[in-house]
């Protein structure tokens, strides 16, 4: 699976793609909306999974969704934050409460893609 994360506090951006590697997918990290929106846009072939921080200096989270899921209606969304949120009602975007542990994170990306989550 092609994942893309997207978050300011890269410490955590960094131990996400570790994990994420270590499960066999391959991980791209920024810590800007913006170059990550034109990553997303342009990406051949695309990202297969979003994981961004609700809150962030230039764009929210849901802004940045938003944008990739008009892109890319079949990408999925983890929306990540340390507040608890109401989720949109779009099947295609989840939401995790921080701190997590890296078993939630993995629980979360499968029930994304209804079980099917797998490394590619």
């Not at 410490?11 to 990290?29: E, I, K, M, P, Y």
């Not at 890296?102 to 989550?117: E, K, N, Q, S, V």
């Given at each position: ?78 929306l990540c934050s340390g507040y608890p949120i109401e989720?949109p009602s779009d099947h295609r975007i989840g939401f ?25």
């Open positions: 699976m092609r994942i893309l994360i997207v978050d300011d506090e890269q410490s955590l951006t960094r131990l996400l793609q570790r994990h994420l590697q270590n499960a066999g997918h391959a991980v791209q990290c920024y810590s800007e909306p913006k170059p990550a929106l034109l990553d997303l846009e342009s990406a051949v072939p695309s990202y297969d999974l979003l994981i961004t921080d609700m809150s962030m200096p230039q764009m929210s989270g849901l802004e940045i969704a938003t944008a990739a899921l008009a892109h890319n209606p079949k990408l999925r969304v983890l989720p995790l409460l921080k701190p997590f542990m890296p078993r939630m994170l993995t629980d979360a990306i499968d029930r994304l893609f209804g079980g099917t989550a797998s490394a590619s």
